[in-house]
């Protein structure tokens, strides 16, 4: 029996070059030369996730054989007695990414052949087409058009409407402030002017965000029924998931969810009950590829396809992985995409391509994807976060502008 290759040493590495906090996981082996990449990225609680690997998971996972992600995978979700927090589901994923990128290297593969091989040559995409009018929209969603792409999501204003138009009393705290009904009812005339304007050869999208009380959600889901969208995301928050099954009964608008779950019983009742019809977790959210391929397998057996979570709050090494499920998924159904700049091309490369609407993976052993660490500290160390919004936001002409488009 030859001698098992080891983990010698685990560490986060924390950078922004985006503006957006990433947490990626080197894992170092025995092996000279060897190593993988995982994707940690929660960018609103980056330093917990950070502590959570380098204090608690490297020091278990130093000497550990590294061909049993299995066991590590498992062993790493309960011994720390509670599990599936997104902390510490984030930190469990950029070690079994890591993992997966070793085995894949060691095998002199890729990570979608280790996971059953191409189903699909590429992934196909959808982008963000967003505006302050329904012409601005319009006119991204064309551009889109002529790049090729075949899903676009539309969204006129910000989440919950146009910031613009939002109401709040005196003295309110600076932070986010909706007006449901006023976006309920523009996104409605959204899309009938977008579906009228490039007809029907595309496939639309669009995202709640979570901002609509449920019943103000159903209403939206049937007022939009006549526009055929791909799907309606987020339309309901985690905890108001019964309402689901309302939903269903009162419409036929494709419902995806998921990008908020951390644990396996937020998901299983809607997909036993085939309440949604894209599953679309945040990967490293529920633990990395591990638990997500079981996830894509499970909704599989019930009609259910995938279109997991891909904002610029993902790291490009998890948007390796998204890519590498897709492709090895027969269930795959769309995968979002942020679009990354040259800058973060150059910081993480591999960076899989866009193509005429389609993500190529890279034919490279394991995950496909490195980082150029001296440039990546660069843009690292601490990054400052509006903790009373929640997100990182940058001030501009226009007030504030969402850096952390999902
Ligand atoms: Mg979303």
New binding site residues.
Partial sequence: MSKPITITNVRTILTAPETIPLVVVKIETSEPGLYGLGCATFTQRYLAVATAIDQYLAPYLIGKDVANIEDIWQTCQVNGYWRNGPITNNALSGVDMALWDIKGKVAGMPVYDLLGGKARAGAAVYRHADGKSLTEVEENVRKYMEQGLLYIRCQWGGYGGRIDQIKAPEGAPEGAYFDPHGYARNTVKLFDHIRNAVGDDIELLH?V?ERLAPIEAVRLSKNLEPYRLFFL??ALSPEAVDWFAVMRQQSATPIAMG?LFTHPQEWLPLIQNRLIDFI?CHISTIGGITPAKKLAHLCEAFGIRTAW?G?GDVSPVGHAANLHIDLSSYNFGVQ?WWGPSDLIKEVFPGTPELRGGYLYANDKPGLGIDIDEKLAAKYGGTIDINISIGYPFLHNDEGLTDKAK?
Avoid: L
Wanted: aromatic share 0%; no cysteine; glycine share 0%.
């Fill in positions: 995202d965000h995301e987020d990008e679309r979570h904002p979002e999902n």
